[in-house]
Nanobody
Framework: QVQLVESGGGLVQPGGSLRLSCAAS????????MGWYRQAPGKQRDMVAV???????SYADSVKGRFTISRDNSKNTVYLQMNSLKPEDTAVYYC?????????WGQGTQVTVSS
């Protein structure tokens, strides 16, 4: 079955950096679009960044210029490099895979930006 396992979350000070990883199994990874979403307490889950199977990327306006999504098809892994973190980036970050309208989700990893 499909498994998406996120890692790399934690507590970081404002202005700091984190890199999230999402290791996928059970799918032909290079055929899937991959994405990062986040959900803060009491809020809906929002798209942060997505990368297509061909490597095209798109970002939420709130993270453009600070976050970078990338993928390594040889490792079945998608990454989210987060720089210049702000307190409003605090959320649970979820990885997802999409192909032909079918979505799968990871369990999420907590990112807390606080001094």
């Amino acid at each position: 079955q499909v498994q998406l396992v996120e890692s790399g979350g934690g507590l970081v000070q404002p202005g700091g950096s984190l890199r999230l990883s999402c290791a996928a199994s059970g799918i032909i990874f290079n055929l899937y679009a991959m994405g990062w979403y986040r959900q803060a307490p009491g809020k809906q889950r929002d798209m942060v960044a997505v990368i297509t199977s061909g490597g095209s990327t798109s970002y939420a306006d709130s993270v453009k210029g600070r976050f970078t999504i990338s993928r390594d098809n040889s490792k079945n892994t998608v990454y989210l490099q987060m720089n210049s973190l702000k307190p409003e980036d605090t959320a649970v970050y979820y990885c997802n895979s999409v192909r032909l309208g079918v979505m799968n989700w990871g369990q999420g990893t907590q990112v807390t930006v606080s001094s």
